[in-house]
């Protein structure tokens, strides 16, 4: 909580990106989303994707030139304030969305645009499923959270039933 606080507090002046990862149903969705309405508040331009949303638009873009919308979203990832990728991995991966990952994580890098990726998969399995060069951006450019606990989701559930 406390990095998440100094995220916010020092957004635009300093240069962070983080990665949570975890099992399911421990927060990252949650934070992160409070990390975006944060820093819109602040009036800084973030834009919040589940991964399959976020290749279904760069597809939109890749294959219907003249979509408009598709072409100014896709310019908006490369370039609003903060980006918001959430539940990476839970995307159809094809060699289309590797090197549209690719061409995002590196291409904010270059830029100095901050990024927050969220998944359920290990740091481990990022190179298996992606490649060599996203994995050592990711891991290597990112400030890594592991995310531990219970599934709140279930754990509610639970509760609820009495």
Do not use: W
């Not at 834009?47 to 949303?53: I, K």
Request: with cysteine.
């Amino acid at each position: 909580l406390r990095v998440c606080h100094q995220f916010i507090d020092h957004f635009g002046e300093k240069f962070q990106n983080l990665l949570f990862y975890g099992s399911v149903g421990v927060g990252k969705t949650f934070l992160s989303t409070c990390i975006a309405r944060e820093i819109m508040d602040r009036e800084f331009s973030v834009l919040y994707f589940s991964a399959p949303q976020l290749f279904s638009a760069l597809t939109q873009n890749k294959f219907d030139r003249n979509d408009i919308d598709a072409k100014n979203m896709s310019d908006c990832i490369f370039h609003c304030d903060l980006l918001i990728i959430d539940d990476l991995g839970t995307e159809m991966t094809t060699q289309f969305t590797v090197s549209a990952l690719y061409q995002i994580v590196n291409g904010r890098l270059l830029s100095g645009k901050p990024t927050i990726v969220s998944t359920n998969l290990p740091d481990t399995e990022l190179e298996a499923r992606y490649s060599a060069q996203i994995a050592s951006r990711l891991l290597g450019a990112y400030t890594l959270y592991q995310f531990c606990g219970t599934d709140v989701r279930l754990l509610r559930k639970m509760e609820s039933r009495g």
